[in-house]
């Protein structure tokens, strides 16, 4: 944003996110990169000086953050580890930021390395304007973790942490915290008895470690009995809700208490 400068958008519907009815024939005032003031057309003054621009006929509402993607793979007539390029995964920020996305979260599924340098890229200003995009390392045993279809994809890649023992799980989250990563996923999920499945002394450390590092342990687990249990050892994030099984008050008074969200 230029200093000083002001921008009026006029004309728009204006949903503020706030639960109300929209502001029809609006009128949004920018200041130095910030929204300063907005409301009706009628209510809401020009400031001295200001550029307007004609936005009649469209819509402006908060800026959308996607939580929980797996970017990169999808090329739209092809699905595969040999998609998951720089230059397509811009492209699926720039769709996602089309539909109103101001940032989007690969949650487990993509390469850290090429994800650390893609951001460091996008921060320099190296590319296109698109949603931000922001990822997580994924933790999971060996051949456990995304599903059957994901996983060819990420095997392919080596972007799994596999880890068998809490010894193995403290040391991959510590060097995830020496990258500055802030976040991460665990499955825990047998996949119908299909899957190995992250036992709670290994998913117990995931998380004892990673908040000593202060980051957010985002947990996939399906199963009331597994939800529970993650809870319980301090997952921060649920990313999917408990499936064909009703949530029981055990279940309500550890959520109460423990306090996480989903995703």
């Known amino acids: 944003a230029q200093a000083g400068r002001i921008t009026v958008f006029d004309g728009a519907r204006i949903l503020d996110g706030n639960g109300g009815a929209p502001i029809e024939n609006g009128r949004l005032v920018v200041q130095d990169g910030r929204v300063t003031a907005v409301g009706a057309s009628s209510a809401v003054s020009i400031p001295a000086g200001a550029a307007r621009v004609d936005v009649t006929g469209k819509t402006i509402m908060p800026a959308m953050i996607n939580v929980h993607a797996h ?7 092809t699905w595969g580890a040999r998609n998951h390029t720089a230059a397509n995964l811009l492209d699926h920020l720039q769709r996602e930021a089309f539909y109103g996305v101001v940032a989007a979260t690969s949650v487990g599924s993509s390469p850290t390395e090429m994800s650390l340098q893609f951001q460091r890229d996008q921060q320099a200003g190296k590319f296109p304007p698109a949603a931000r995009y922001l990822f997580m390392p994924g933790m999971a045993p060996p051949n456990g973790g995304p599903d059957h279809i994901l996983r060819e994809a990420t095997n392919e890649l080596h972007v799994i942490n596999e880890v068998s023992t809490p010894e193995e799980a403290r040391a991959a989250i510590r060097k995830m915290a020496d990258q500055g990563i ?3 996923k665990m499955w825990v999920d047998d996949r119908g008895g299909t899957y190995p499945k992250l036992t709670p002394e290994v998913y117990n450390a995931i998380v004892q470690e990673a908040h000593a590092r202060k980051m957010t342990v985002h947990a996939h687990a399906i199963q009331l009995a597994d939800q529970k249990a ?4 301090g997952a921060d994030v649920l990313v999917h809700m408990v499936q064909n099984t009703p949530i029981d008050q055990e279940y309500l008074a550890l959520l109460a208490q423990k306090r996480p969200y989903w995703a």
């Open 230 to 233: 993650v809870v319980a050892a």
């Open 182 to 184: 802030r976040h991460v």
């Open 71 to 77: 970017m990169g793979y999808e090329a739209y007539t």
